[in-house]
């Protein structure tokens, strides 16, 4: 079974960082490229990036609201991705999911919630 | 960036009737579409990818269908357990965008 597990969310003030993890079990961890989405409280879903597996070069993409501040990466030998969150904003407040593979998102964590507020 | 355009922003409909929810994109994806259904407090779940291929596991009653710039998330028989928020999402390439979302409730 599919497992992604989300942690390292909590409060944070604005300017400061935070690592997200996710935690994957139940399949070939290195195959997959690795997602990340986020959704602000009550607002519609946001891609983040993703990081392409290691035979697709192990690159990166970002969305333009978070290029340059945050940064994915992977360990295939601990099946964990990360989401490294620098000069955090207000805005960066919402819910982020992981998810297994980059365009056809089958599998999500439950999610962690990141709240940036003074 | 390619913008996801939703219609409408919400709806309400009976048990029974044929709903039907629109996407445009801002250029052409040919058939990089995808749907998915989020019901309250729940994960996003895929419904369709490719336009119109089911997910493994979803009901018939949900249909999709469209290229190019004009899609459709069709629910034959709209059902209770179908009241959510459904957005598309364009993976034609990053960066990958989703629309606002069409909020779906019961008469």
């Known amino acids: 079974e599919v497992q992604l597990v989300e942690s390292g969310g909590g409060l944070v003030q604005p300017g400061r960082s935070l690592r997200l993890s996710c935690t994957a079990s139940?399949?070939?961890?290195?195959?997959?490229?690795m997602s990340w989405v986020r959704q602000a409280p009550g607002k519609g879903l946001e891609w983040v990036g993703f990081?392409?597996?290691?035979?697709?070069?192990?690159?990166?993409e970002y969305a333009a609201s978070v290029k340059g501040r945050f940064t994915i990466s992977r360990d295939d030998s601990k099946s964990i991705a990360y989401l490294q969150m620098n000069s955090l904003k207000t805005e960066d407040t919402a819910v982020y999911y992981c998810i297994r593979e980059r365009w056809q998102m089958v599998y999500w964590g439950q999610g962690t919630l990141v709240t940036v507020s003074s | 960036d390619i913008q996801m355009t939703q219609s409408p922003s919400s709806l309400s409909a009976s048990v029974g009737d044929r709903v039907t929810i629109t996407c445009r994109a801002s250029q052409a994806i040919s058939n990089y579409l995808a749907w998915y259904q989020q019901k309250p407090g729940k994960v996003p779940k895929l419904l369709i990818y490719a336009a119109s291929t089911l997910q493994s596991g979803v009901p018939s009653r949900f249909s999709g269908s469209g290229s190019g710039t004009d899609f459709t998330l069709t629910i034959s028989s709209l059902q209770p357990e179908d009241v959510a928020t459904y957005y598309c999402q364009n993976y034609n390439s990053a960066p990958i965008t989703f629309g606002q979302g069409t909020r779906l409730a019961i008469k």
């Open positions: 139940g399949f070939n961890f290195g195959g997959y490229a």
């Open positions: 990081i392409r597996n290691k035979a697709s070069g192990g690159t990166t």
